[in-house]
């Protein structure tokens, strides 16, 4: 798809989702996701290949969940994937640095090609968040999840790596309950596109 048709159709589907993104963001993210699709054809990054619904979950739903972070927060982002929800999110808050945790070594390849595209603060950690998180104790303001099951255990891991005020976000696209949390509490619950049913929730420490 040409860039200036791919322009239109994010300012089209924000639009219809009543997302607000910023003149000067469009450009990073229509970078990210060109790369994605031209990686994607080779390896399999994501598998939204219809273009609108990879622009609502790839880029509006971490767009408007950054919307509710602070801005210059240190974020560090499990089992990163393709990049989403970690990049946009990281743009759209104007995160201070970025961390993604992406066990398999193609895809990390794709971060630390992504994060240098579109001029992110970031660094990409090729290994186990089980094995990564122990060690960043009180360093990250922000853990965000989307691919990765939430239970216990990995509650458990990342409340130990948030600074004080710190938060953990859960993209989760159903009503969800918590019995195990770690240690962590719901703070609130953001609907991000009402027409998926997608939700941030937050978790604070007790």
Request: glycine letters at 8%.
């Amino acid at each position: 798809m040409e860039s200036l048709a791919l322009e239109q159709m994010l300012r089209d589907r924000a639009r219809n989702h009543g997302v607000l993104v910023p003149d000067l963001l469009i450009p990073r993210l229509l970078a990210y996701y060109s790369l994605l699709a031209r990686w994607n054809a080779r390896m399999n990054l994501t598998s939204l290949s219809d273009p609108q619904q990879a622009i609502d979950r790839l880029l509006l739903e971490p767009i408007k969940a950054g919307q509710s972070v602070p801005a210059g927060r240190a974020v560090v982002d499990l089992g990163s994937g393709g990049g989403s929800p970690a990049i946009p999110l990281a743009l759209a808050c104007g995160a201070r640095s970025l961390v993604m945790i992406e066990s398999k070594a193609r895809k990390a390849a794709f971060l630390r090609e992504a994060i240098r595209h579109v001029g992110l603060a970031g660094t990409v950690e090729c290994a186990r968040f089980e094995d990564v998180l122990p060690k960043m104790r009180k360093s990250a303001d922000l853990v965000s999840i989307r691919a990765v099951r939430v239970d216990e255990g990995v509650l458990t891991l990342v409340r130990p790596a948030l600074a004080a005020g710190g938060e953990a976000l859960l993209f989760v696209s159903s009503p969800v309950e918590l019995n195990a949390t770690g240690g962590l509490k719901v703070d609130r619950t953001i609907m991000l596109l009402p027409t998926l049913g997608s939700r941030a929730v937050f978790l604070k420490m007790k």
